[in-house]
Every structure is written in structure tokens, then in C-alpha cells.
């Protein structure tokens, strides 16, 4: 039987040849001599008591990479759950933001493809809960040779509800491989998670006009407290991005946010596309791996490119992900972030609609 391949939108050289490859892994030794990885995300202690008990309100916590773990209409959401302590030999530079056995049960997993930085097995396996796999076209049947049962595939713009809560599976610019043999044998792509009928629920602040509202986040204890602190004026020290970290102010978004996980992917027009069928609040956007840009520019976007992604989505808030975990590439955590605040200085976007996340924070998107 011949293995079905997948492709994107528009045709593209992927840079996968041998001879790019060998010539990137040339320049790397030269480049990685240079860098300098001493800022590191910081982390904060995570509120686990209010995620273990909260089924009501929105909420978003970034673990790290491309994992978040969402509060949304009741459910807990995990995206690309990814624990791994190293990826091909370099070790995490950050760990993650909550703990794996403090994660709470989770009721649904949104896999963006199968590169190993998106997809862990040992990760899915230790997640508790229900666990109910929403995965590219393709990737099922991996799965469930790993022994996953609750499997649901989707290709580009397919949805499914589940509890009320409605997934649609959108394109992205990337391509999928695990080993030699299974290059684009399943697909890539992100998803919306939104409400049905009404999509976007009543806003409690919104980022232009007049100065959003906030909700004020402090750590669980004293000794929490005192933690994060010292963690945010050596932050603060590095990147302003992270100034404040220890009693931070996140604005208001909705009682039911449409949010928008990009997964991975290079720029491409498909941006504009999914920004004209939802109405985006909050968009997760990839802004590391992008280095050298001859080489990764067909899969993985700039931090300028993901600011135009974010124009093209008209969303309304934009937090960063894909940077800080792992050295994938040969841009720094701090390169990421500061051509990041260059570009939105440039565009003239204001602070609050880019929300930099420390790991292990929750970000209350409502303020009931």
C-alpha cells in the first residue's frame, strides 16, 4: 500500500536536502561559538491549588516550548505536551512550568504534528485525565500502535465538539518526519478552540481605545513570593519583557476567549485565511527556530514574521511561544525576544497586546 503524503498550501523547497543540511551543521559550530545563552526564561511557581480546582473560568499557562496548559468552557486543554529534559542531545535550557505529576487531569490533547519538540510519547503517557487526542490526519494510527485508544483525527478545517467546546484543526506551513521513512505521512497544522454560535464571548478589556483592564496575579506564598521575585529582578536585569514578574498585571480578555495554537509553521497566507474565519482573542504564535533563516525559513516564522501573522489574524493578543526551551536552531532565547520588541516598536503595537509569559504563570483571562 502506498503511504499517502501530505502538503502544504504552496509549494515550497523544504531545505531538507543532505547538502543544506551538512552546510547548516558547518555554519552552526562556527555561530554557536558566539552565542551567548546566559538569559533564560524565567520560571514562577505555579498556582496548582487554583488550576486543580478551577472548571469555570479561562485560563492559560505556559509550560514551556509549545506546551500550554488552557482552562476553557470547563475542559483542561494541553497542547503538544512535551516534558522531554533534552532534544537531539542539548539539553532543556528552562524547565518546565509546571511539573508533570502537578499537571491536573487533562480532558483533551491538541497535537500540532509529529516533530519530536511538539510530540513526546513518555510526556502523553504521564498525563492523567480522560485524555482525548485530537491529532493531524495520518498520526492515528502511530498513536495507537503506542497504545492510545481515544484518537480523533482531523484534516485542514475540520472540527469536532467536545463538552461544548468546539476544535477546528487549521493549516499551517511545516512538514511532519519521526524517522527516514514517514517524511509528511501525517499532517501539521494548528487549532482554534472556540464557542460554538456565539464564538467570542463578552469582552472585558480590549487592546486599543481606551487603557485595558487587568487582573492582578501573585504567587502562591510568602516563600513563593520571595522566589519569584528574585527570579523577576534577574529577569528584569536581562530583558524588560520580564520587569515585574513577581506581582504582574495581564489584561481581561473574555468569559469564553476564542484562542488560537499555531503549532509550528513558516509565514504563509494561511494567516489571513484563518484571521477572515474566527475572531481571534488570543493567538499562542512560535517566534524561535528561526536561524539561519536561509534554512528555516520555510517552517519556522521570525519574530517579525509572527508579528505580520498576528496582523494578518487581527487578533487581539499575542503570546509567544517556541523560544527558551530548547536550542533547535542557532537564534537565542534573548535574540528572539529582543528582534521581537524591535519589530513592535517599529509597528507602533502597543505593550499590552504582546503578553510575554514567565513560565508557570496563569494568565486569568477573565476576572470573575
Same mark, same amino acid.
Given at each position: ?18 547538502? /543544506? ?9 562556527? @555561530?554557536?561559538?558566539?552565542? &551567548? ?33 488552557? /482552562? ?57 485525565? $480522560?485524555? /482525548?487526542?485530537?491529532?493531524?490526519? $495520518? ?32 493549516? %499551517? ?8 521513512? &514517514?517524511?509528511? %505521512? ?56 520580564? %520587569? ?21 509553521? $513558516?509565514?504563509? /497566507? ?76 517599529? @509597528?507602533?503595537?502597543?505593550?499590552? @497586546? ?15
Amino acid at each position: 500500500m502506498r503511504l499517502k503524503r501530505f502538503a502544504n498550501i504552496d509549494p515550497i523547497e523544504q531545505h531538507t536536502s543532505l547538502k /543544506q543540511f551538512k552546510r547548516w551543521r558547518q555554519e552552526r559550530i562556527r @555561530r554557536l561559538r558566539m552565542k &551567548d545563552y546566559s538569559f533564560t526564561v524565567p520560571n514562577v511557581e505555579p498556582d496548582i491549588a487554583y488550576l486543580e480546582d478551577n472548571r469555570k473560568w479561562p485560563s492559560l499557562t505556559w509550560v514551556g516550548h509549545s506546551t500550554f496548559f488552557i /482552562q476553557l468552557g470547563g475542559l483542561n486543554i494541553m497542547t503538544d505536551p512535551v516534558w522531554s529534559t533534552q532534544m537531539a542531545f542539548q539539553k532543556r535550557l528552562s524547565p518546565p512550568g509546571i511539573p508533570i505529576d502537578d499537571v491536573p487531569p487533562v480532558d483533551v490533547v491538541l497535537i500540532s504534528h509529529s516533530h519530536y519538540d511538539h510530540l513526546n510519547i513518555n510526556s502523553l503517557r504521564r498525563l492523567i485525565g $480522560g485524555r /482525548q487526542l485530537l491529532v493531524p490526519a $495520518g498520526l492515528g494510527a502511530k498513536l495507537r500502535k503506542k497504545g492510545f485508544i481515544r484518537v480523533h483525527e482531523l484534516h485542514w478545517w475540520e472540527s469536532v465538539m467536545i463538552s461544548g467546546v468546539k476544535f477546528t484543526f487549521v493549516p %499551517s506551513q511545516h512538514s511532519t518526519r519521526r524517522s527516514p521513512w &514517514d517524511t509528511n %505521512s501525517s499532517h501539521w497544522g494548528g487549532f482554534v478552540i472556540e464557542r460554538p454560535a456565539s464564538r467570542s464571548g463578552k469582552l472585558a478589556s480590549r487592546p486599543a481605545g481606551s487603557e485595558a483592564s487587568t487582573v492582578k496575579v501573585s504567587s502562591v506564598n510568602a516563600e513563593a513570593r520571595a522566589e519569584t521575585a528574585s527570579a523577576a529582578e534577574e529577569a528584569e536585569r536581562l530583558h524588560p519583557f520580564f %520587569s515585574g514578574a513577581a506581582e504582574l498585571e495581564r489584561p481581561l480578555v473574555a468569559d469564553f476567549p476564542t484562542i488560537y495554537f499555531a503549532g509550528d509553521s $513558516g509565514y504563509f /497566507q494561511g494567516f489571513k485565511e484563518i484571521g477572515k474565519r474566527f475572531p481571534i482573542d488570543v493567538a499562542l504564535l512560535p517566534i524561535g527556530a528561526y536561524e539561519p533563516e536561509w534554512f528555516m525559513a520555510p517552517q519556522h516564522i521570525t519574530p517579525e514574521q509572527a508579528l505580520q501573522a498576528f496582523d494578518d489574524l487581527s487578533a487581539k493578543w499575542f503570546v509567544p511561544m517556541h523560544f527558551g526551551a530548547f536550542k533547535l536552531a542557532d537564534d537565542t532565547p534573548r535574540e528572539a525576544l529582543d528582534r521581537l520588541e524591535a519589530e513592535r516598536r517599529s @509597528r507602533s503595537i502597543p505593550d499590552e @497586546r504582546i503578553v510575554i509569559l514567565p513560565l508557570g504563570e496563569t494568565w486569568r483571562l477573565s476576572g470573575k
